[in-house]
């Protein structure tokens, strides 16, 4: 099975713009997670969606959105960028709910902000 | 809501040495516990996870975590490390009974020397 898949993975971007990113989970995963992977903070959790829906949701503000396809596929969006959205945004999927599914990663898009 | 603290930010040694990474967690009821490694470039992988049963678990690669409920804590082991093993180590945590969605710590570089 190919895993996850997350495109671009480098973007730059101008304070004040908009951005999205784009999450191919691993086939027949449907639950999605979105990280938030910065120095100082480690990862933070931003919010989770399971068959088109968002089921939980971390302490971000409402510039930071994200939606589910019905093929599980999923994108963030991230309006009106600050400096300090830059970061590693990550992507994760998993099969099953219950802490013996793991989270799988895709490698992460670079967002640069300037 | 539980919290993960990694009281070291970065640990360097030399190669065939033995290695501890320290973790504990704070959590009001019980939890499942987690490792996961991310190696440079690249998105989290599971190494190991404690959900029940003997407190002691191994990965593939050699790596040992012992649950410690007095001390809450899941500190990683290896008695011997490879240049490989250079990488950022992330303890997280699910508390039974939630959403399973993962508290991280803000993770531990482990630096290999020759």
């Known amino acids: 099975k190919a895993g996850v898949t997350q495109t671009p993975r480098y973007l730059i971007k101008t304070r004040g713009q908009q951005v999205t990113l784009s999450c191919s989970p691993i086939s027949g995963h449907r639950s999605v997670s979105w990280y938030q992977q910065t120095p100082g903070q480690g990862l933070q959790f931003l919010f989770e969606?399971?068959?088109?829906?968002?089921?939980n949701k971390g302490n971000f503000p409402g510039r930071f959105s994200g939606r589910q396809f019905s093929n599980s596929r999923s994108e963030m969006n991230v309006s009106t960028l600050e400096l300090g959205d830059s970061a590693l945004y990550l992507c994760?999927?998993?099969?099953?709910?219950?802490?013996?599914?793991?989270?799988?990663f895709g490698n992460g898009t670079r967002l640069t902000v300037t | 809501a539980q919290s993960v603290t990694q009281l070291d930010s970065q640990v360097p040694v030399f190669e065939e040495a033995p290695v501890e990474l320290r973790c504990n967690y704070s959590?009001?009821?019980?939890?499942?516990l987690f490792w996961y490694v991310q190696y440079p470039n690249q998105g989290l992988q599971l190494l190991l996870k404690y959900l029940s049963g003997s407190t002691l678990v191994e990965s593939i690669n050699g790596f040992e975590a012992e649950f410690n409920k007095s001390q809450t804590s899941f500190h990683l082991r290896k008695p011997s490390v490879h240049i490989s093993d250079t990488a950022e180590y992330f303890c997280a945590v699910i508390r039974t009974g939630g959403s399973y969605i993962p508290t991280f710590g803000r993770g531990t570089s482990l630096i290999v020397h020759p």
């Open positions: 969606y399971f068959s088109e829906t968002q089921r």
């Open positions: 994760a999927s998993t099969d099953l709910d219950g802490p013996n599914s793991p989270l799988h």
């Open positions: 959590s009001s009821v019980s939890v499942y």
